[in-house]
């Protein structure tokens, strides 16, 4: 049973390391969106793909990290229903665990996704708007 643990402990790990990665490019986001409001100057007409690129860039490397956790979460899954003495200490994601669920694009679309740069995404469309009119 010591394996098994020892192997979840591991997943477990990583499945942390995955969600302050994301919490990390969250916080990132709101500091860079901010700081390019407050430094730019209104004259330059340049900066509506340079305000923009960073959100979505930070968007998709945020989908990328749930996509990782929700594949771990499902090799948690898979390891917790292996017997005692099939436990490898594999770290690598198995084909049965990269499903339609946890798509790269299902997590793109994803409430926590779309909700929290959707938002920033608007507030920043609107500032360049309240700017540039």
Known sequence: MDK???HLEMIQNI???MAQNSFMIKGWTITLVA???A???KTVTVF???ALAPILMFMFLDSYFLQLERRYRSYYGLVCSKDE???DFS???CKECKTAENS????LFSKSILFFYGFILLVAIGVIVAIFA
């Open 4 to 6: 098994k643990i020892k």
């Open 15 to 17: 499945i942390t390391r």
């Open 35 to 37: 700081a390019m409001f």
């Open 39 to 41: 430094f730019v100057p």
């Open 48 to 50: 509506i793909p340079i």
């Open 85 to 87: 003495e099939d436990i």
């Open 91 to 93: 770290l690598k994601i």
């Open 104 to 107: 790269f694009w299902k997590c």
